[in-house]
C-alpha cells in the first residue's frame, strides 16, 4: 500500500534544467534514505543521488556539481534538481525509498520518468 508518484521529467535542450518530484505515501510509518536512480538500457541502475533523513547527501561524480537532490520530510517527497543538462543525461529516472512499514523496512521504487536531453 506504499506508493512513489514521480513527476517533472520531459524534454529539456542541452545546458537547462528540469526539476524531478517524488511524493511517498501510503501505509508507511518511517522514510528512511531518498534517492534517484536511473538505467541505460543494458545497464544495472545506477546511483545518481541520495539523501538521508538528516540531509546528509552524496552523488555520482558524472552528475557532481550539476544536480541537486533535496527533501521535504513534513511532505515524504524528494526532488532533483537537474541544470547544465547533457544529451547523456537523457535516460529513464527512478525514484527510491526505504520505508518502514509494520515492522519491517523494505526498498521501494517509482514507476520511472523519461528525461530526454536534446537540441
Known amino acids: 500500500q506504499v506508493q512513489l508518484v514521480e513527476s517533472g521529467g520531459g524534454l529539456v535542450q542541452p545546458g537547462g534544467s528540469l526539476r524531478l518530484s517524488c511524493a511517498a505515501s501510503?501505509?508507511?510509518?518511517?522514510?528512511?534514505?531518498m534517492g534517484w536512480y536511473r538505467q541505460v538500457p543494458g545497464k544495472q541502475r545506477e546511483l545518481v543521488a541520495r539523501?538521508?533523513?538528516?540531509?546528509?547527501?552524496n552523488y555520482a561524480d558524472s552528475v557532481k556539481g550539476r544536480f541537486t537532490i533535496s527533501r521535504d520530510n513534513a511532505k515524504n517527497t524528494v526532488y532533483l534538481q537537474m541544470n547544465s543538462l547533457k544529451p547523456e543525461d537523457t535516460v529513464v529516472y527512478y525514484c527510491?525509498?526505504?520505508?518502514?512499514?509494520?515492522?519491517?523496512?523494505?526498498?521501494?521504487w517509482g514507476q520511472g520518468t523519461q528525461v530526454t536531453v536534446s537540441s
Open positions: 527510491y525509498a526505504r520505508i518502514l512499514r509494520g515492522s519491517f523496512w523494505g526498498d521501494y
Open positions: 539523501i538521508t533523513t538528516g540531509g546528509r547527501t
Open positions: 501510503g501505509s508507511l510509518i518511517a522514510i528512511n534514505d
